[in-house]
């Protein structure tokens, strides 16, 4: 590297490593720019490399491979329905012709590869246009051996969604975690998955079956090293450079110092925006002073800052602000705190979310965004906006609960922290929650009568295939349904969280950022959560984060290389 302050000079400056930024700088890269990868943490991969990793891409060749054929029309219909009049066509459009390209282009050109969720439906699959599977891809699991020496810069995954350190995919890889203690197939599975997991972390300590997230940013990292890619680790943006008008590259901070770096095509935001800005997100958030969020500590709003200076502005028409999803605060054993996803938990048969007065709010099987919406509205006028996870014994050990594992593993220890409540009777655990007694008392009597005949009038679970795939195929009549009656009884504390934020910056169907007359400026580009999101702030189904951002990443890194310079 060259003395600190000294200017530099590349193609394109890609400002973090997530989705948006690898994407972004890949297509670049093949495209014959060369490219700059700057990342503010040490390591990279952002919250994406802490992500499930559904990508949610209609139309792909991957949804081909598995006999599932549409047309663009059909998604666009269904997004046209749910995004009601945060509908941008331009954007709408523009990703929807885009992320099937994408899709190829990555498995042509580079490390990734994809297997499809053809079983995967939409959330709302009573709208005109909802898919019933195939819309949704997943990077194949990744050897972290072929990262080399680079394996010590990915991200590692969270110990509140790993087994020791070990990636659980969603689908089959789950379902065997799941009903290892009563199918000898799945037993056979977690045994070798283990084995396997326990020799990696004996020999290069550290998890090396890579899934989820950490497996797309592994084969993403391994790209940018194919295709030249120069990843500067440890380098935030504090500046951005500007001539006439045209962003012509920024300031880097790195261990070093300042550095120049001169872009010829111009800089492409990708810092994840802006959940852990604290100030921003008390002015968009609803009940910000109750939030957690799940995403990494650096994603603290430097890309829209950087993009303000040049001219750009904030979405903030959008419906929601941020990616919704139900958290419980998790307290390790060590002192150290975390939080937990809710995403697998509320739709199994044999639990439900109830609010202080011991009613249930919603229905439980729905989409997190959702649950978190419903949530926020049932608790508005409440000092907090606060809700429970009741389940029995039978529920715990067979499914889990929140951070809490299903058998054989413990749980007195998540008892004795207070991270899970128990009583021996419902007004026991309620009293031990400070919900009312006798209204969860009654609330669990009508929904234990209508769960033994497989029906929920209130609420209606189980009656979407998006619903039912969150259900458990071994239950009927209805697999979203069962009756909580075997003590003692158990209940986690949930509150508002997001996995990102959606108000980004205005941008055009060409990721160029916006400027307050809706004018793109020259030379800057917003991905990811920079950008501001083509789902309007709804959530229409998984993987609406990093479809777009890989898709968008894609997008502004094929454009930079087509400019004329």
């Known amino acids: ?49 802490w992500s499930g990793g559904w990508i949610w891409a209609p139309c ?14 059909a998604p666009r219909r269904y997004l046209a329905q749910v995004l009601g009049n945060t509908f941008n066509a331009e954007l709408v459009d523009a990703f929807l012709a885009a992320a099937p390209e994408m899709v190829a282009f990555m498995e042509r050109e580079t490390a990734l590869r994809f297997d499809c969720g053809a079983r995967i439906p939409d959330t709302y699959g009573h709208l005109p246009g909802a898919g019933q599977g195939g819309r949704s891809v997943i990077a194949l699991p990744y050897d972290a051996r072929a990262l080399g020496p680079d394996i010590g810069l990915l991200r590692a995954p969270p110990r509140e969604t790993t087994f020791w350190g070990m990636t659980i995919q969603a689908g089959p890889d789950l379902r065997a975690f799941l009903t290892a203690t009563r199918s000898l197939r799945s037993a056979l599975h977690v045994a070798r998955r283990l084995g396997r997991h326990l020799w990696d972390l004996a020999r290069h300590g550290r998890g090396m079956q890579l899934r989820n997230g950490n497996a797309l940013v592994a ?13 500067r680790p440890a380098h935030a943006a504090s500046r951005l450079l500007s001539s006439d008008g045209i962003v012509t590259g920024a300031v880097l901070t790195g261990p070093q110092g300042a550095v120049t770096i001169h872009a010829a095509r111009g800089v492409v935001l990708t810092c994840g925006g802006y959940p852990q800005d604290i100030a921003r997100r008390a002015a968009t958030f609803p009940r910000a002073d109750s939030h957690l969020t799940l995403a990494v500590d650096t994603a603290t709003g430097d890309g829209l800052r950087l993009g303000e200076s040049a001219g750009g502005q904030q979405a903030l028409d959008l419906a929601a602000a941020g990616a919704w999803c139900p958290v419980s605060k998790v307290v390790w054993a060590d002192g150290k705190t975390g939080v937990f ?16 007065n011991g009613r249930r709010f919603c229905n439980e099987g729905l989409g997190y965004h959702d649950y978190v919406r419903e949530m926020l509205t049932a608790t508005a006028d409440q000092p907090e906006p606060v809700s429970w996870l009741v389940c029995d014994h039978r529920f715990l050990r067979r499914y889990g609960l929140g951070i809490v ?22 007004a026991a655990l309620a009293r031990a929650c400070g919900i009312d007694p006798d209204a969860l008392t009654a609330t669990l009597i009508r929904f234990n009568d209508h769960a033994r005949q497989g029906v929920d009038p209130e609420f209606h679970r189980g009656t979407t295939a998006y619903m039912r795939l969150q259900g458990d195929p071994d239950i009927s009549p209805n697999p979203c349904l069962a009756p909580i009656d075997r003590a003692p009884y158990y209940a986690v504390k949930l509150v508002p969280g997001s996995f990102g934020t959606f108000a ?11 400027d307050t007359q809706g004018a793109p400026i020259p030379g800057l580009y917003a991905a990811g959560t920079d950008m501001a999101s083509v789902m309007g702030g709804q959530y ?25 310079p």
């Open 219 to 231: 084969r993403l990292i391994r790209s940018a090293r194919d295709l030249g890619v120069e990843i």
């Open 405 to 426: 594992r299903p058998a054989p593993l413990p749980f007195g220890g998540w008892i004795r922290s207070g991270y899970l409540r128990t009583g021996k009777t419902p």
């Open 1 to 49: 590297m060259k003395d600190a302050g000294e200017a530099e000079t590349c193609d394109l400056l890609v400002v973090g490593s997530g989705a948006a930024g690898l994407a972004a700088a890949v297509t670049a890269a093949q495209g014959g720019l060369r490219v700059i990868l700057a990342e503010k943490a040490g390591v990279l991969g952002g919250t994406t490399a």
């Open 341 to 356: 996803p809710h995403i697998i938990d509320r739709g199994k048969p044999g639990v439900i979310g109830v609010l202080s």
């Open 540 to 564: 229409p189904a998984g993987g609406i984060n990093l479809g777009p951002a890989l898709t968008f990443g894609y997008v502004a890194g094929r454009h930079a290389a087509q400019v004329q």
């Open 60 to 73: 792909s060749d991957v949804a081909r491979r598995h006999g599932i054929n549409e047309s663009a029309a």
């Open 504 to 514: 980004g910056l205005h941008t055009d169907g060409c990721a160029r950022v916006l």
